[in-house]
C-alpha cells in the first residue's frame, strides 16, 4: 500500500522558515517523482515543487524560487521542503504526492497517490 506522510507545517511569523517532510512508503522511491503542492482557502490546488530521485532534478513553481528548497533522502524514503522567508501568501494546506513517472512536475496531472496535507500558517 502506497502511503504518504506529510508533516512539518505550523504558524510562523513573515520572514520565517518551516521544513516540511513527506515520509513515503509502499512503492520504489527512487524510481519516481515526488512533488509538493499547497492549497489556500478558496484557491484551487498548485504546484510547488518536484524532486526526480531518479538524479535529483527539481522544479520550482516561480512564486517560490529563490525561497523554497526541494530535496530528498533516498535511503530514508523522505522528500523535504525547505521554506525560507515565507510570506502570508504561502498560508495553505501543503500535500506530497509521487508521479506515475520518474518524470513529474509541478503540475498535478499525472500525480497518482496524495499525503493527507500539513498546514502552514504565515501570519503578517
Known amino acids: 500500500e502506497v502511503q504518504l506522510q506529510a508533516s512539518g507545517g505550523g504558524l510562523v511569523q513573515a520572514g520565517g522558515s518551516l521544513r516540511l517532510s513527506c515520509a513515503a512508503s509502499?512503492?520504489?522511491?527512487?524510481?519516481?517523482?515526488i512533488g509538493w503542492f499547497r492549497q489556500a482557502p478558496g484557491k484551487e490546488r498548485e504546484g510547488v515543487s518536484c524532486i526526480k530521485n531518479t538524479d535529483d532534478t527539481t522544479d520550482y513553481a516561480d512564486s517560490v524560487k529563490g525561497r523554497f528548497t526541494i530535496s530528498s533522502d533516498n535511503a530514508k524514503n523522505t522528500v523535504y521542503l525547505q521554506m525560507n522567508s515565507l510570506k502570508p501568501d504561502d498560508t495553505a494546506v501543503y500535500y506530497c504526492?509521487?508521479?506515475?513517472?520518474?518524470?513529474?512536475?509541478?503540475?498535478?496531472?499525472?500525480?497518482?497517490?496524495w499525503g493527507q496535507g500539513t498546514l502552514v500558517t504565515v501570519s503578517s
Open positions: 504526492a509521487v508521479h506515475r513517472t520518474s518524470v513529474g512536475s509541478t503540475s498535478p496531472g499525472g500525480y497518482v497517490y
Open positions: 509502499g512503492f520504489i522511491f527512487d524510481d519516481y517523482a
